[in-house]
């Protein structure tokens, strides 16, 4: 009996030990039938990857965080060598509600790995690795985003972390996806961007914005002002940052469906037409708002 019990107090501390609950699927259809035949395991290899390693340095106390990794293979150069988008997703739970926040809707173009059929994932993120170095700057970075929504910059531990991974990555072979001329997106701007001191009162502004989001249901009206502030701090940012950062276009790339529901019936119609300002990507769909 006391062995069950030691059991079960391992098994919950276990439980609560893990951040993430990952649903990784994979697209390889365009592939070689020996390439696609080494992959058969690969996705149930980075799900478990996922959800069973701890990536914080405390027993994780707040619920799982939801996130998706949909990998797209491109390519393979051989037997072992890939190329694939993926597109990271995360969400957070609204504060006393069944409702998700979305946080990360990244598309990855250049993630280059070799893999070869069962191969062992292990966590070691001072190691570079093409593959378990590319997952784990997506935890931290999907830790990041939740933390700084909950209480502003806490987020910076995780941040850290991840462009640590980043300086390692770029030393490797499959440096692609991690340096500055991988395109329009890449690793190292997005993480370098966060934690530029420039857009601080951004990312503090960030948390204000969420906890309008857990706001809302219980006053709509002082949510939507908490929600609004986020604009506000954005436009008076304008002159000192680059509104064309990736971590601006990220954030709003998630949001901007979330800040159009919660705010379309915001009394200042005008924070629309400053949205188009900070967010030209969006621009369309905030003009539905302004002209409906």
């Known amino acids: 009996m006391k062995f069950i019990l030691g059991l079960l107090v391992l098994l919950t501390l276990s439980l609560k030990a893990q951040e993430l609950q990952a649903t990784v699927t994979v697209q390889y259809e365009n592939l070689p039938v020996i390439n696609k035949e080494s992959l058969v395991n690969f996705a149930q290899a980075v799900e478990d990857y996922l959800n069973n390693n701890r990536f914080s340095n405390a027993a994780w106390e707040n619920p799982k965080i939801k996130c998706t990794f949909t990998i797209f293979f491109l ?3 051989d037997e072992t060598s890939y190329s694939a988008q993926v597109f990271v997703g995360s969400q957070r739970q609204v504060y006393h509600s069944t409702k998700n926040s979305p946080m990360l809707t990244i598309l990855d173009n250049n993630w280059s790995f070799t893999y070869e059929k069962n191969q062992a994932l292990y966590f070691n993120p001072m190691a570079n690795n093409s593959i378990t170095s590319f997952l784990d700057y997506y935890a931290f970075m999907i830790l990041g985003m939740e933390n700084d929504s909950w209480e502003q910059l806490s987020g910076t531990p995780f941040f850290s972390k991840a462009l ?3 300086h390692l990555s770029l030393s490797g072979k499959n440096s692609k996806g991690w340096d500055k001329s991988s395109g329009t997106f890449n690793r190292r701007d997005l993480v370098e961007d966060i ?3 420039r857009y601080r009162p951004f990312r503090e502004a960030i ?4 906890y309008g989001v857990d706001l809302f ?4 009206i002082n949510g939507q002002k908490k929600m609004a502030s986020l604009v506000s701090a954005l436009q008076s940012l304008k002159s000192k940052i680059d509104l064309r950062s990736i971590f601006i276009k990220v954030f709003f790339d998630a949001k901007y469906q979330e800040i159009i529901e919660y705010l379309k019936d915001y009394p200042d119609k005008s924070i629309f037409k400053t949205l188009k300002e900070i967010d030209p990507p969006h621009a369309g769909k905030y003009d539905e708002i302004i002209y409906q």
């Open 75 to 77: 390519s393979a150069g």
């Open 164 to 166: 640590d991974i980043v």
């Open 195 to 197: 934690l530029n001191e």
């Open 207 to 210: 948390s204000d914005y969420h």
């Open 217 to 220: 249901e219980m006053n709509k």
